[in-house]
């Protein structure tokens, strides 16, 4: 079975400060690997998947597949970055769906 | 232009009512899921649609939950006899074709479900 598991259900940190966000995941094939954000009253949106490679908003993850993890860092938060994040999995083969954790709320202190 | 859209954005309803939630999906987009989210519970998956293909309906709760796709286009999630453990946020979201390096899922503002 697929799953992701999101270790901190709150984190906080001071304005400027390195941030990560941890994600591991259980699954025993190939998956794809996202991060999906939601801010306050607005809704979920993809944030980076693993396959991109790419920073946004100054945010990476990279999938290292020996600790079976996908942990999102940003070595300076900003107050901006105040939001609901969510770490997801699409197995690959058949099943189009996306296994969610349980998402972290981050706060960036000012 | 228009993104994902779903109606009502609140519904309170009385266990034991039937209720049903509509999700207008971005014109083209052949996918269309179906999710929840509830307090503390992250976002669970119910339903998916792909173009005429059957949909993957392995996320449905119970047989109360039922969903429909239309022409392609929109879908109505269905939940009989409602009870309050139903009480979530219902999220839609569609994307363009297959899964891929392009392909992405674009969520709606989801519908807020009461059950008293």
């Known amino acids: 079975a697929q799953r992701v598991t999101q270790p901190e259900k709150l984190l906080s940190v001071f304005k400027g400060a390195p941030v990560e966000l941890k994600c591991n995941y259980s699954?025993?094939?190939?998956?794809?690997l996202f991060w999906y954000v939601q801010y306050s009253r607005q809704r979920l949106q993809l944030l980076l998947r693993?396959?991109s490679r790419e920073s946004i908003k100054g945010f990476t993850a990279d999938l290292n597949k020996g600790e079976t993890s996908f942990h999102l860092k940003k070595p300076f938060a900003q107050e901006e970055d105040s939001a609901m994040y969510y770490c997801?999995?699409?197995?690959?083969?058949?099943?189009?769906?996306?296994?969610f954790g349980q998402g972290t709320r981050l706060t960036i202190n000012p | 232009g228009a993104g994902v859209s779903q109606s009502p954005s609140n519904k309170v309803t009385e266990k034991g009512k039937d209720v049903e939630l509509r999700c207008d999906p971005i014109?083209?987009?052949?996918?269309l899921y179906w999710y929840r989210q509830s307090l503390g519970q992250g976002l669970e998956f119910l339903i998916y649609?792909?173009?005429?293909?059957?949909?993957?309906k392995s996320g449905l709760p119970s047989d109360r939950f039922s969903a429909e796709r239309t022409g392609g286009s929109v879908s109505t999630l269905t939940i009989q006899r409602t009870q309050q453990e139903d009480s979530a946020v219902y999220l839609c979201?569609?994307?363009?074709?297959?899964?891929?390096?392009?392909?992405?899922?674009?969520f709606g503002p989801g519908t807020r479900l009461t059950v008293l």
């Open positions: 649609f792909q173009g005429n293909s059957a949909p993957d």
């Open positions: 979201a569609s994307r363009r074709g297959g899964p891929g390096a392009g392909s992405e899922e674009f």
């Open positions: 997801a999995l699409r197995p690959s083969g058949g099943a189009q769906k996306l296994v």
């Open positions: 014109s083209g987009h052949t996918a």
């Open positions: 699954y025993s094939g190939s998956p794809e």
């Open positions: 693993h396959i």
